[in-house]
């Protein structure tokens, strides 16, 4: 026997057993002694460790020798059991025999009780050895569906049985007599040759996996086990797991499709247990949430979903079913505090045995404000419909009107009156057409001189022509604003001026921004929530738009506006919060 022989000695007196794992180890290199002083510690160890044999005292508190050797024989009716006791009896023989002890050994003085002791458990390891083997050749024979053979020493087929042949393309007859290399590529008879066949030699036996030769030159996958009998043969079993290796092979690459989608998905993906604690996150999730892994692992999904407690998860969650998958809107806060609108897809699944859900989150945030644009833009457009629709009608009738009295009468003033319907039409178009393609939204910002925007507003406006004054107080300075816009709000606003019959326009600094105040008949307070409605107006010329379009102008620059009563009786629109522009003399 070449393989160590594993001891384990159990004996309540600890100085005998060290004395006794001292004379074994001594007596026989191959000896490795483990030592107990309770049948209860021998059973740990016989849990934790491979025993080839057992030696016991008989007299142990709590547990005595006969009762552990029942204990042992629970677990293997094989083990070899020697009872090595200082107070044995016949009768304690007797009921050791009959429990299933292996040996029986009286303690007495001297040492020559330890070479007893060692030649008892070297036999009886080497039968149960050579009966486990033997048992192990008759299990390989009779396993009909596994290909078994067994090579003689000089490494020769001497059996094959039929399973082994059919799968390498022989008769059994074929393979007996040959070497077993005639199965096998050249490269893989090295690597054999090397290192599997060495380490049947030394350890006894080898498991894994080669390539089979076919006989028609075709190659397999094969689980491979190899076990060198005690008479120096081989014992080989095989079984073709090709297709099992092909399913491998496609796990493997599902597995890896899946971690990459895992990973690289532009959603939000983790997965939690069925109490709400959160297992795994993507990479994806860890942005969105502005956290590490490490820091939402382990965290419960009601810490980050602001609309969810434990009792309301349990209670969404106990009724879904397996593969089901349902969906809910919430919102979730990041570990900073702030949130966001969420979509939320839950999938219950059955990883082997315990339940898991599979969470598919989207942040929604920009999916909203798409909405809420969409929603503003349908407004417009049914604000230009209505507008088309109604507003033209009566410049449009106006001047269909005038058409007829001029071809009767050639009078020119029926012509100038054409011309003013028409030119109205073209401002409600305009200010229709605003509203619906550009509505809230502004360009660049960029400096204005307030002074110089309104003076060339009023020129454009032709408010010097009609007799009007402008009143600009000193130090309006300069704001941010996107210049067309502006440009649009302060035409519109001097427009709607000079079209209420005022003589003086006023525009004054506030701290922080401006007012434009006029001297005409100013706006009823029981109005003032109307005037900045679109289609609202109280001229006949009026488009009902240009004020609408002051507000929304002012909005997109997030400016407030607001109407007053001014100094002079009439109307002043007064814009706070304008970002006023840094001056020359701050600028780096």
Request: a negative charge; one cysteine or more; aromatic letters at 6%.
């Amino acid at each position: 026997m070449s393989h160590p022989i594993r001891v384990l000695h159990v004996d309540d007196d600890p100085s005998i057993g060290d004395l006794t794992a001292d004379f074994l180890e001594r007596i026989d290199s191959r000896f490795q002694v483990e030592t107990a002083t309770s049948a209860e510690e021998g059973l740990d160890r016989l849990s934790e460790i491979d025993i080839d044999c057992v030696v016991s005292d008989y007299d142990m508190p709590v547990i005595d020798g006969i009762e552990f050797l029942k204990q042992v024989r629970e677990r293997d009716a094989e083990l070899p059991f020697i009872l090595f006791t200082g107070k044995g009896s016949e009768e304690v023989a007797s009921e050791a025999i009959s429990a299933g002890v292996s040996d029986y050994l009286q303690k007495n003085p001297g040492t020559e009780q330890y070479e007893l002791l060692a030649n008892r458990i070297r036999n009886n390891v080497e039968r149960t050895r050579a009966k486990r083997e033997q048992q192990r050749h008759l299990n390989a024979i009779e396993t009909a569906r596994e290909g078994i053979s067994i090579l003689s020493e000089d490494e020769r087929f001497v059996y094959v049985n039929e399973a082994y042949a059919d799968i390498y393309g022989y008769d059994p007859a074929e393979l007996e007599g040959e070497h077993w290399s005639l199965l096998y590529r050249n490269g893989d008879i090295d690597w054999i040759e090397s290192e599997v066949l060495p380490t049947v030699y030394e350890e006894g036996s080898w498991q894994g996996e080669t390539i089979g030769l076919r006989a028609d030159g075709s190659t397999f996958t094969e689980a491979h086990t190899l076990s060198k009998t005690e008479q120096g043969d081989i014992v080989c079993t095989i079984r073709d797991v090709t297709d099992r290796k092909e399913r491998e092979r496609q796990l493997e690459r599902k597995t890896a499709r899946l971690e990459v989608l895992f990973e690289q998905s532009p959603d939000m993906i983790n997965i939690h247990d069925a109490e709400g604690t959160i297992l795994e996150v993507n990479q994806r999730f860890c942005e969105s949430m502005g956290a590490t892994e490490d820091e939402l692992v382990g965290k419960n999904v009601w810490e980050i979903d602001v609309n969810l407690d434990r009792d309301g998860l349990m209670d969404l969650l106990s009724g879904t079913d397996i593969t089901e998958m349902f969906h809910v809107d919430t919102t979730f806060r990041r570990l900073d505090g702030s949130t966001f609108p969420a979509e939320v897809h839950v999938r219950r699944l059955d990883l082997q045995g315990r339940d898991r859900f599979l969470v598919i989150t989207r942040d929604v945030s920009e999916h909203k404000a798409q909405k809420r644009e969409i929603k503003r833009q349908n407004e417009r457009l049914e604000a230009f419909a209505s507008t088309v629709s109604h507003d033209l009608k009566t410049p449009l009738a106006t001047a269909q009107g005038y058409v007829e009295l001029a071809r009767e009468s050639d009078t020119p003033e029926h012509l100038d009156r054409i011309e003013r319907s028409l030119e109205r039409m073209e401002r409600i178009v305009g200010d229709v057409l605003w509203l619906a393609r550009e509505g809230r939204e502004i360009g660049s910002l960029e400096q204005i001189e307030l002074e110089a925007a309104i003076d060339d507003a009023w020129e454009i406006v032709g408010g010097a022509e009609r007799s009007m004054v402008l009143e600009i107080d000193d130090g309006l300075g300069s704001i941010e604003a996107d210049a067309d816009r502006f440009r649009q709000l302060l035409e519109n606003l001097l427009s709607n001026a000079i079209e209420h019959g005022g003589t003086t326009v006023r525009v004054v600094a506030l701290s922080d921004g401006f007012a434009i105040a006029d001297d005409g008949p100013g706006v009823a307070e029981t109005n003032r929530d109307r005037v900045f409605d679109r289609g609202y107006s109280t001229s006949e010329d009026g488009t009902g738009i240009g004020l609408a379009v002051v507000r929304e102008i002012a909005d997109a620059h997030g400016w407030d506006v607001c109407i007053t009563d001014s100094t002079d009786g009439g109307a002043r629109f007064e814009f706070t919060g304008v970002v006023e522009a840094p001056s020359a003399a701050s600028s780096p």
